[in-house]
């Protein structure tokens, strides 16, 4: 199977910054689109970046100009967070539309990453 795993969370004050990590792994021949997602208790999980394998991007608004996602050859996603607001503080998630072959077919599989905390607080 697939794996993603998070890292890069932590606490930070307002203003500061933090670089989150996907690394993927297992039975995977190409990843199509990857995402971050985020979700604040009792709120909806909401979709903040993704990337797809060509390279465009697409943000939730209020990020803009504050938030970069990239990812590498690697199979790797990141995002840069710069001018962290208390809002921002959720859990987050990568997400990752995963291509597989099985007899000459080829079939996508949507796979979560188990999240890593970002706290923006003063």
């Known amino acids: 199977q697939v794996q993603l795993v998070e890292s890069g969370g932590g606490l930070v004050q307002p203003g500061g910054s933090l670089r989150l990590s996907c690394a993927a792994s297992g039975s995977i021949f190409s990843i199509n689109t990857m995402g971050w997602y985020r979700q604040a208790p009792g709120q909806e999980r909401e979709l903040v970046a993704a990337?797809?394998?060509?390279?465009?991007t697409n943000y939730k608004d209020s990020v803009k100009d504050r938030f970069r996602i990239s990812r590498d050859n690697a199979k790797n996603m990141y995002l840069q967070m710069n001018s962290l607001k208390p809002e921002d503080t959720a859990v987050y998630y990568c997400?990752?539309?995963?291509?597989?072959?099985?007899?000459?077919?080829?079939?996508?599989?949507?796979?979560w990453g188990q999240g890593t905390q970002v706290t923006v607080s003063s």
């Open positions: 997400n990752a539309a995963v291509i597989s072959r099985s007899n000459g077919y080829a079939f996508t599989n949507n796979y």
């Open positions: 990337i797809t394998s060509g390279g465009s």
